[in-house]
């Protein structure tokens, strides 16, 4: 969730679901036997009209990888999905090199594999320092409109893509 002034402007949620077997890529299928692959799904994703075009939802989408990640370590999960709500959004997220990729057999639902979200996240900690996150918070902080600033949204993933943005 990210807040400004007391005021949520973006969130999302995520669920634990399943795919079945036979529905999944080769890739999630790999390594498992023929059961149902366990995913975490983003089940909910929504900007502030407002603060829309400034990165949140692809930032919220960069730390749901990471909190992926930190599930992997207590609990099976192959993936982390997104349902694209028309084609428009599928674009936009495919367009935002996350790593997603169109589910066969439901084109709106996009997957990105927990084998490639850590090897992505392994090369941002051992490339970036610790001091850098904070630095750029500030300075995302001291730009965003109206110099408005926001809390509970400095996670690493958000960072990553202001990152990207600030270069």
Not at 10 to 17: E, I, R
Not at 51 to 56: D, R
């Amino acid at each position: 969730m990210a807040l400004d002034a007391h005021q949520v402007i973006a969130y999302y949620t995520l669920v634990v679901g399943n795919l079945e077997w036979q529905n999944c890529p080769d890739d999630l299928r790999k390594g498992l036997g023929k059961y149902p692959v366990p995913v975490l799904v983003i089940a909910r994703l929504a900007v502030d009209l407002r603060f829309q075009g400034k990165g949140l939802g692809i930032g919220m989408i960069k730390d749901a990888f990471l909190r992926a990640i930190q599930v992997s370590h207590i609990a099976g999960v192959a993936a982390v999905v997104l349902d694209a709500k028309d084609d428009d959004a599928k674009a936009y997220y495919l367009r935002k090199n996350l790593g997603l990729s169109a589910m066969p057999g439901d084109q709106m639902r996009l997957y990105a594999s927990l084998r490639f979200i850590c090897q992505v996240w392994q090369e941002v900690d051992v490339c970036m320092g610790k001091d850098l996150w904070s630095r750029l918070l500030s300075c995302f902080c001291s730009s965003f409109s109206v110099k408005r600033k926001i809390k509970n949204c400095a996670s690493r993933a958000t960072l990553t893509y202001l990152a990207s943005d600030l270069k």
